[in-house]
């Protein structure tokens, strides 16, 4: 079983249960995990990162609900079979949807799109 590649702060206003389901469908559309793959136990991801149990239980729900993921009873979770371009598109709307909202709340306080692009730019390195 190897490790996966996430990345949790406890800085941000992401609940750390968010985060980790954020970067688990980050894997997935990338690439780095492919249909069929095994994710680790929720045991096993809490300790490699150490949260609780009860966080990688409801990161995994929300991937399972969400159709990133399907347990197997005895035997593990699993990344599902999907259409990627499918979930792709799902993700571009919702990060239209922000984006929209975004530029409504800027347009109140008359922001240039100068100061909202550095705004990005400094948020963006503080995630980094």
Same mark, same amino acid.
């Given at each position: 079983?190897?490790?996966? &590649?996430?990345?949790? #702060? &406890?800085?941000?206003?992401?609940?750390? /249960?968010?985060?980790?389901?954020?970067?688990?469908?980050?894997?997935?559309?990338?690439?780095?995990?492919?249909?069929?793959?095994?994710?680790? *136990?929720?045991?096993?991801?809490?300790?490699?990162?150490?949260? #609780?149990?009860?966080?990688?239980?409801?990161? /995994?729900?929300?991937?399972?609900?969400?159709? /990133?993921? +399907?347990?197997?009873?005895?035997?593990?979770?699993?990344? *599902?079979?999907? &259409?990627?371009?499918?979930?792709?598109?799902?993700?571009?709307?919702?990060?239209?949807? +922000?984006?929209?909202?975004?530029?409504?709340? *800027?347009?109140?306080? &008359?922001?240039?799109?100068?100061?909202?692009?550095?705004?990005?730019?400094?948020?963006?390195?503080?995630?980094?």
């Amino acid at each position: 079983m190897f490790k996966l &590649n996430i990345k949790i #702060s &406890n800085t941000m206003d992401v609940p750390i /249960y968010e985060q980790v389901k954020d970067e688990i469908i980050r894997l997935i559309m990338s690439g780095e995990l492919g249909p069929g793959d095994a994710l680790p *136990s929720m045991r096993r991801l809490a300790k490699d990162l150490g949260i #609780s149990i009860i966080t990688t239980k409801r990161a /995994y729900q929300d991937l399972e609900g969400a159709g /990133y993921v +399907h347990s197997i009873v005895g035997k593990g979770t699993y990344v *599902s079979e999907q &259409n990627t371009e499918l979930q792709k598109e799902r993700i571009l709307n919702e990060i239209e949807g +922000h984006i929209e909202a975004m530029l409504l709340a *800027s347009r109140q306080i &008359n922001l240039s799109r100068e100061e909202l692009d550095e705004m990005i730019s400094i948020i963006e390195e503080d995630m980094t």
